[in-house]
């Protein structure tokens, strides 16, 4: 292989390209001189870097507890309600108690929803003796606060009505009402009664019945002659009056109430229709 001329190592050493061999033969270039140390760079040494620390496990995911299942309503706790627990609201049976016990059972019932918003009850009144029981449905406001049923105007066309068949409340009628305690609606008015407050009643009207050994019950008006007789309280009276009907024994006419026939004049003439039907039927009956 030839020698490589002057002219083609001072190229290649142009190009950064030594001699990648050399000849035998040819003499071993002296050693270099000691290179003198590099001048201290103003780059700062880098900071020995830390080992490298273990990875830490990923967090584990956040357990969240489950919240129970509860009902979409949960009902309040109870309290002294209209009906509470049946131990707590044991029924007195009124089929035995004479009348300061019925009227005590009256005055401390709370077995409806009329009675439980704090009403004072209106207590039946007339001959305790009686030939009739004569009931409405329910007591007015005027009622309410005379203390006694069938008060006002329309108490005295009811005294007027029985005076025309020979009778009066001091000596032959008892007169009460189905509901003892008048319902009232938020604003403090009348409202109709329900069932339940007609039902939870009832057995007052039959113990005053009994008490008072009356031989026939007349009824004013449609809530105390669906009452009595198991209707439905809004179903017209118009289906029942003219007919004679039986509550357990004894037998059950009913008429309009007084309060109505003040409103509607051309009435009275079935009001007296029934009156006699009344009369006769208790004569008959004793």
Known sequence: MNRLSERDAAFLAEMGIGPLWSLRSQPQPEPLAEAEPMPETVVAEAAPQAAPQPLAPPPMPRQVAEAPVRPAWTPPAREDSAWGDAAERERVDVSTLDWPSLRQAIASCKHCSACSEGRQPVMGSG??????????????????????????????????????????????????????????????????????????????????????GAGLVLTLGQVAANGLLGKPLAEPLAGTRGATHALGEVPLVATLHPGELLRRGGDKALAWADLCRARATSGHAG
Request: net charge negative.
């Open 127 to 212: 001959a305790r003796q009686a030939r009739w029981l004569v009931a409405a449905g329910t007591a007015s406001a005027l009622d309410e606060k005379a203390g006694q049923p069938l008060t006002g105007d329309p108490g005295k066309l009811l005294d007027n009505m029985l005076a025309a068949v020979g009778m009066s409340r001091e000596s032959d009628v008892y007169v009460t009402t189905l509901v003892k305690c008048r319902p009232a609606n938020a604003n403090g008015g009348d409202r109709a009664p329900t069932v339940e407050e007609a039902a939870a009643c009832r057995p007052f009207l039959e113990r005053e019945r009994e008490l008072t």
